[in-house]
């Protein structure tokens, strides 16, 4: 008897239990309706203490109907007192319960009165909604809250954010919190030893916004001005050297783009002594590739969309590898050891190719899409780094590394290099040379092709794109040391954060200017450039 009576009040316990947690959502909304219905009644200061209760909750359900308080959607129906959020919808206002979020209809303007705030009440409704959402159970809610409150600086919120930061558990958003606390207090009438301490906290934040934040107090006198101007010279000079570091990044990434360009002019030039001038139109064909692959796909396969990059490199090698062969039968080899006329030919090339591709595509920049994967920036510190230039960066070391690994582990690059070093020579042991200069200027077109593809990510496709390059590549060329590769990679990068740091103080043309005239300076001292390569060139 005794086990039945404590089995039925188990089952009785039980049921006690469950009912409570089936009522918990109903008895929720029992508590939170009346305070909303008492934003209605009374005057301004019965609205005040409405709030202060609303947000005593903790309710997140609460946020909404404060905003909307704030914003002037609350309303009371005139026919029978009830609160709603009313929303514009044509002619008539779209009515929601603000407790429960549910579609209530719709009525005409006339049918409702506005519960009326006034700025000291909006100054509540905005502590009480960013004391809601410093405590949500999101901690990117609590985040995106303290980042507001570091924007809006407002006194009124220290004691919400005292009491957010005394409970947080997420070391991020905690450190959020404290700097928005730290903006807040600067704005206030509060003790300088407080002050100072929220100087230290916004010095140690550093960057731009810190700046933002001390440089009011930093017009003024007394200690703490002097603390905010000493913060200021701190994080200026931190900043400095940010800047510094971002203009590098700026540079080797101008210089990754200048390598593509010049990398298979610096074997054709090396190996043949060609001076190339239709080589950026090999990068602008690439580039065209690129294009024409995104078209096919995005009319016959998207899903192949994210892949389109990959699937446009051995496109754009094999096309202009193939017309760099015809080039080098069709014009280049009549005109070996006459310089002047295989600059002349290979100039009118350029722009024979530039007018045809004008003629099929049109003269107006083509659209080349960037993959997701490719598309975005990060931030280290106070430098952006994009995922683009990022890629073409390391896709620039890998061209490079993988063309030294043909140059130095295969047939082909063996014979390239015996015909560097000595033509005859290699003539002589068998070397057919006249089919290494065809494959060389294939090679170093298909590269431009694949640079081409890089270049699509980050420049216009148009007619005129290798043409922005050319120079560029040459001077890379000849500054690094002709047909020598690591000459080139470390041509391309001095060139191209020179460039970076010379643009801010000089401009870009006069940047270059300046760049095209320490080359010049330093040939006059160098004429072979920086790694000087033995070879054909030694012996004319």
């Known amino acids: 008897m005794r086990h039945i009576k404590l089995i039925l009040l188990g089952l009785a316990a039980m049921v006690c239990v469950l009912a409570a947690l089936g009522a918990t959502p109903a008895q929720a909304e029992e508590d939170l309706a009346p305070l909303v219905a008492s934003l209605a009644e009374g005057g301004l200061s019965d609205r005040a203490k409405a709030i202060e209760a609303l947000a005593a909750t903790g309710d997140p359900r609460a946020v909404p109907i404060l905003e909307a308080l704030s914003d002037g959607d609350l309303m009371v129906k005139k026919a029978d007192g009830t609160v709603v959020i009313a929303k514009k919808a044509g002619k008539t206002l779209a009515l ?22 006034n700025n000291r009440l909006r100054r509540s409704i905005r502590d009480a909604v960013g004391a809601l959402t410093l405590r949500s159970k999101d901690a990117a809610v609590r985040l995106i809250a303290a980042k507001s409150l570091f924007d809006s600086a407002d006194p009124d919120s220290i004691p919400a954010l005292e009491g957010a930061i005394g409970v947080e558990s997420d070391s991020t958003v905690r450190a959020a919190m404290e700097r928005a606390l730290a903006a807040s207090i600067l704005s206030s009438d509060l003790p300088e030893d407080r002050k100072l301490a929220a100087i230290t906290t916004i010095t ?47 540079g080797l990434s101008l210089g990754s783009v200048l390598l593509l360009a010049a990398i ?25 590739t690129t294009f024409m692959v995104q078209d096919v796909i995005r009319t016959s396969l998207p899903g192949l969309f994210e892949w389109s990059l990959l699937i446009a490199l051995p496109l754009a090698f094999l096309v202009t590898g193939a017309i760099g062969v015809a080039i080098e039968r069709g014009i280049i080899r009549f005109l070996y050891g006459r310089p002047l006329e295989t600059l002349l030919a290979t100039w009118g090339l350029s722009l024979v190719l530039q007018q045809v591709v004008r003629s099929i595509f049109g003269p107006t920049n083509q659209e080349v899409g960037t993959p997701e994967w490719m598309s975005g920036a990060f931030k280290v510190g106070e430098m952006t780094i994009t995922y683009n230039r990022l890629t073409i960066i390391l896709f620039a070391m890998a061209v490079l590394f993988c063309l030294m690994l043909v140059l130095k582990k295969t047939p082909m690059g063996l014979q390239m290099r015996a015909v560097t070093q000595n033509r005859r020579m290699a003539g002589s042991m068998g070397i057919r040379t006249n089919w290494v200069d065809a494959m060389t200027f294939g090679l170093g077109s298909g590269i431009a092709g694949i640079a081409g593809v890089a270049l699509s ?12 390059y050319i120079i560029d590549s040459f001077m890379v060329v000849v500054f690094g040391g002709v047909g020598n590769l690591w000459g080139t990679l470390v041509g391309a990068m001095t060139l191209g954060i020179a460039n970076k740091f010379l643009e801010p103080y000089a401009g870009a043309v006069l940047g270059k200017i300046l760049v095209l005239v320490f080359i010049i300076l330093f040939i006059q001292k160098r004429p072979r450039g920086l790694f000087a390569l033995k070879g054909r060139a030694v012996e004319s």
């Open 96 to 117: 929601t319960d603000p407790v429960t979020g549910e579609a209530m209809g719709e009525l005409a303007s006339g049918a409702l009165d506005k519960i009326k705030v």
């Open 204 to 250: 140690a934040m550093g960057g731009r916004d810190a700046l933002s934040v001390l440089t009011p107090l930093a017009n003024g006198e007394g200690v703490v001005a002097a603390a905010a101007q000493k913060a200021m010279t701190s994080i200026n000079n931190t900043l400095a050297l940010w800047d510094a570091g971002q203009a590098v990044w700026y």
């Open 264 to 288: 298979g002019l610096a074997i054709t030039f090396g190996v043949m002594g060609v001076i190339n001038m239709a080589h950026g139109e090999m990068v602008m064909l690439g580039a065209y």
């Open 457 to 468: 990510q980050v420049d216009n496709v148009s007619p005129n794109l290798g043409q922005g």
